[in-house]
């Protein structure tokens, strides 16, 4: 079916709102899939807080100008998938790798985060990086293993020294 001007226009404003407010981008060569397998993947997306589209390339490239993610202008060739991550930097990169490991057809073309266009085969690095829960939980680790430390350390002591009156105690009774 035939797109209006005015479809394109409000589908051109829909992806550029999408993308100035993503974390990161990933588009994928759909080619090859059914519509079962679609649904599938528009439903993880949904689950995962990943805004997922197929738009023509004419108008993905207008979308995403003027936004970080105009680098991915020049990957925006054949059939196209854009999935942006909306809450977690790696959540459009992991739903796709997850998906595409299931539904071979699946091909990750490009990604971008920061503004910075990497290859598909970066997927990995995109993908393992931890979420907002992750990341806080790795933080408050690192902030509170010196006080664990220290509160060891300073447990030993009492406890070195009744280990050694207990020692001292066995051997007068001994004797």
Known sequence: MALGLEDKKAIVAEVSEVAQSALSAVIADYRGLTVDQMTSLRKQAREGGVYLKVVRNTLARRAVEGTEYECLKEALI??????????????AARLLQDFAKENKELEVKALSIGGQLLGAEQIDVLAKMPTLDQARAMLMSVMIAPVTKLTRTLNEFPARITRVMAAVADQKKAA
Do not use: K, M, R
């Not at 054949?78 to 977690?88: I, K, R, Y």
């Open 78 to 91: 054949g059939p196209t998938v854009l999935a942006f991550s909306q809450e977690d930097p790696g959540a």
